[in-house]
C-alpha cells in the first residue's frame, strides 16, 4: 500500500467535514473556551502563556514559535450543560398569561471537535492552523412548556479556520498573528399564537382560542477577522502572553416559516413563510496569562480574560423590505474570567493538572431570556496528560461549572410589544460538565 503525506487542505477539509455535525453548547454567554483537553485540566489557566501544543494557534499564535517541528492535535468535547427552569406562579398571575409545564431541562449533551496543526516554514517562523468552534448555543424546551411563546428551540453553532503566524524575534520574545474565516448558523423557534394575532388583527371581532403554531427562523453567513499575541519570556522560569481576538460580523440570511398557520394569515399583510435577515456580532475578546516553574516537578499557571460582549444590544430578525419581524433587547455587558491553575509532573510520562476559574455573566437580571438563562460560574477542574512511546502524548480533562441560580421576569417590562403573550417568571437551576480528550502526535 502506497501512503503519502496529507497535505494541508486535506487537514482543513477533514476538521471542517469533522465539525459539521456539531451542536454546541454555551460557555458564559455562548462563547466557547473548551479548544483543548490539555488546557481544560487548567480551567484553561494560564493558555496565552503555556503554548504546550500546537493548540496554542486558539489561544495565542506566538505560542507556536514553542513548537518543535510538525504536530498535529485532535480532540474532542463533551459538553453537557443543564438549564432546569421553576415556574413562579405567584409573582406574575398577571403577567403569565398562557399555562403549561416547566419545559423540562433545556440543555443537552452536545460534542465540538477541534484540529490543530504547526510546522515549520523557516527557521524563526513557524505556521499553524486551526479549526473548532469558538461560540456555540443549544437549548431546547417541551413545546408545551409555560414560555413556548417567548423559546422553544434556541441553536447556533460557528466553525472557524484559523491560519496563523508566529515570528520568533529573539530567545525571549515571539510575536504571533492569524485570521479567522468564520461560518456560523442559527435556528431559533417558538410558538406563535395565532388566536391573538387574528382577534388583533380583526379588532377584536374574531377569537379563535388556543390556535397556535411553531415558528421557525434559520440563517447563516460567512464572517472574517483576526488575532494576535506575544509571549514574552524574561527569566528560564517564566512567561507571559499577551492575546486579542477581533469581533466577527455576520448578517445571516435565511427563512422564516410558520405551522399549522390559518388561512387568512397566510397572505402578504398576514404571517407568510418569508425572507429574512438577522445582524450578529461576535465579541473581541482579550488575555493576559502568567506560566511560572516553581521546581522541575510543580508549574503555576494564572489568566485574566475580557470579553467584549457590550457590543450585543439586542436579538432583531428584518424580513427582505428592511421592516422588523421580532426584536428582543439583549443589553448585554462586557465580562471578566479569572482563572489559577497548577501542573505537577510526577515523572516523565505522567502529569496531572488541576485549575479553578471564576467567569463572570454578560446578562443582567432584567434582560435575561429563556433562550440563553446564563449566569455567573465557578469552575472546578482535573487532567492528566500522559506520555506515550516516542512523542505522543495522550491529554484528558474534567470540569464541573457551578452556575448562580438564574432568576427570570424580575425587573422586565412586560408593556405592548415586549411579551405580548405574557411574561416568563421564575429561577433557572443551572450547571455544566465538560469532558475532553485529545490525541497530540509529533512528527
Not at 515571539?174 to 388566536?195: H, I, P, Q, R, V
Not at 515523572?347 to 463572570?360: E, H, K, S
Not at 434582560?367 to 492528566?384: E, F, K, M, S, Y
Request: charged share 15%; glycine share 10%; proline share 5%.
Amino acid at each position: 500500500m502506497n501512503m503519502t503525506r496529507p497535505t494541508l487542505l486535506d487537514l482543513a477539509m477533514t476538521a471542517v467535514f469533522c465539525a459539521l455535525p456539531l451542536s454546541a453548547a454555551q460557555a458564559s454567554g455562548f462563547a466557547l473556551v473548551e479548544q483543548n483537553a490539555s488546557g481544560l485540566g487548567n480551567a484553561f489557566a494560564g493558555q496565552a502563556a503555556s503554548a504546550q501544543d500546537a493548540s496554542t494557534v486558539f489561544f495565542n499564535p506566538a505560542g507556536l514559535s514553542r513548537i518543535e517541528g510538525r504536530q498535529v492535535v485532535v480532540l474532542g468535547n463533551a459538553i453537557t450543560p443543564s438549564a432546569r427552569f421553576s415556574n413562579s406562579t405567584s409573582a406574575n398571575a398577571m403577567l403569565q398569561t398562557s399555562t403549561g409545564g416547566n419545559g423540562g431541562d433545556a440543555g443537552g449533551t452536545a460534542f465540538t471537535p477541534n484540529l490543530y496543526y504547526a510546522m515549520d516554514i523557516r527557521p524563526g517562523i513557524k505556521f499553524g492552523l486551526g479549526v473548532g468552534a469558538p461560540f456555540g448555543l443549544s437549548t431546547e424546551y417541551d413545546d408545551t412548556w409555560i414560555g413556548r411563546f417567548q423559546a422553544v428551540k434556541s441553536h447556533l453553532e460557528t466553525i472557524n479556520i484559523n491560519p496563523s503566524l508566529a515570528f520568533k524575534m529573539s530567545d525571549a520574545l515571539s510575536l504571533g498573528l492569524g485570521l479567522d474565516f468564520m461560518w456560523a448558523k442559527a435556528e431559533l423557534t417558538s410558538m406563535t399564537n395565532y388566536s391573538a394575532l387574528i382577534y388583533q388583527a380583526t379588532s377584536g371581532t374574531t377569537a379563535l382560542p388556543n390556535l397556535s403554531g411553531l415558528g421557525t427562523v434559520k440563517g447563516d453567513d460567512w464572517g472574517f477577522g483576526g488575532n494576535v499575541g506575544l509571549l514574552y519570556q524574561p527569566l528560564p522560569d517564566l512567561r507571559v502572553g499577551v492575546s486579542y481576538r477581533s469581533e466577527v460580523s455576520f448578517k445571516l440570511s435565511g427563512d422564516a416559516t410558520f405551522a399549522n398557520r390559518p388561512a387568512m394569515l397566510n397572505t402578504p399583510t398576514g404571517l407568510p413563510d418569508q425572507s429574512v435577515t438577522a445582524d450578529l456580532k461576535l465579541p473581541a475578546s482579550a488575555s493576559l496569562s502568567l506560566f511560572k516553574a516553581m521546581s522541575p516537578q510543580v508549574e503555576l499557571l494564572a489568566d485574566v480574560s475580557w470579553t467584549g460582549w457590550g457590543s450585543f444590544k439586542d436579538l432583531t430578525v428584518k424580513r427582505s423590505d428592511g421592516s422588523t419581524l421580532s426584536s428582543t433587547i439583549e443589553n448585554w455587558r462586557n465580562t471578566w474570567r479569572y482563572s489559577l491553575g497548577a501542573n505537577f509532573h510526577q515523572n516523565d510520562r505522567l502529569t496531572w493538572r488541576t485549575g479553578v476559574a471564576y467567569d463572570q455573566s454578560p446578562v443582567p437580571d432584567a434582560n435575561r431570556t429563556p433562550r440563553i438563562p446564563d449566569q455567573d460560574r465557578t469552575w472546578l477542574a482535573l487532567g492528566v496528560q500522559v506520555k506515550l512511546a516516542g512523542k505522543d502524548k495522550i491529554d484528558a480533562g474534567y470540569a464541573h461549572l457551578f452556575v448562580k441560580d438564574a432568576i427570570i421576569g424580575s425587573g422586565i417590562s412586560a408593556g405592548p410589544g415586549v411579551y405580548p403573550y405574557g411574561q416568563v417568571n421564575g429561577n433557572y437551576a443551572n450547571k455544566v460538565d465538560i469532558l475532553s480528550v485529545q490525541y497530540t502526535h509529533d512528527f
